[in-house]
């Protein structure tokens, strides 16, 4: 036989006790899914977030951190000769620590040619290689900046070269003998060589290329590929 020693109450509200140990227990859930969602996205997902990120996965050494300067318009130059650039200040020191780093390495190794290339369009290639010309001949050296796209040639537009400009026009002039480089080369005011030869109407192999930069390369300390 069942004897029935005290019979059982329905509740009228939640137990305190219990209610303070789910929200702990859901707490602690959450911070560790949260946790793990983090761990589990920076080990599949492969962005480069900082400095650190290019050495560590590249096993590359950074030469030096540019700031990001967003345009007020598409077509707005960011070359240090730019009205809104001189009042960066940090911008333009910015390319004179990169610009003694580069020099460095060059002189340590004994060369004069360098190449700016990117990993996708749009990043700033063709600004930095000008800048970086800019900054060496504001050093004292003399540069020459060979625009070597063949498919997106932009120098010539940065530095106001038309695709047809003749001796003593603006501000161009003709560097060498128009007959020894067919005119490809022209001295800019600020003191930086542009040789401007990768038209779309008039392109030319990459071993014309090397010919004409051993041609001239006696007369500059840096060469400058963009």
């Not at 480069?48 to 050494?61: P, Q, Y």
């Not at 695709?163 to 005119?183: C, I, S």
């Amino acid at each position: 036989s069942i004897n029935v020693l005290d019979y059982a109450t329905l509740p009228t509200s939640a137990d305190p006790s219990a209610t303070l140990k789910n929200s702990m227990m859901a707490a602690f859930a959450g911070l560790v899914l949260g946790c793990g969602m983090v761990v589990a996205y920076n080990m599949l997902v492969s962005k480069i977030n900082t400095s650190r990120d290019i050495e560590t996965k590249f096993s590359l050494e950074v030469l030096e951190e540019i700031p990001h300067i967003k345009k007020l318009h598409p077509r707005e130059s960011l070359l240090l000769t730019s009205k809104r650039i001189k009042g960066e200040h940090f911008y333009a020191e910015s390319y004179m620590r990169l610009c003694i780093v580069v020099q460095h390495i060059c002189m340590k190794n004994r060369m004069k040619k360098i190449i700016v290339t990117s990993s996708i369009p749009h990043e700033g290639k063709t600004t930095a290689a000008a800048n970086i010309a800019i900054s060496i001949v504001r050093s004292g050296r003399s540069v020459l900046l060979i625009d070597a796209d063949y498919h997106h040639p932009t120098v010539h537009k940065m530095f106001g070269i038309k695709r047809v400009r003749r001796p003593g026009e603006d501000n161009v002039d003709f560097a060498f003998d128009a007959n020894q480089m067919n005119g490809d080369i022209y001295a800019l005011s600020n003191g930086i060589d542009v040789m401007r030869g990768t038209d779309r109407d008039q392109r030319f192999m990459p071993s014309e290329l090397y010919a004409r930069v051993e041609a001239v390369q006696e007369f500059y300390d840096y060469i400058i590929f963009d």
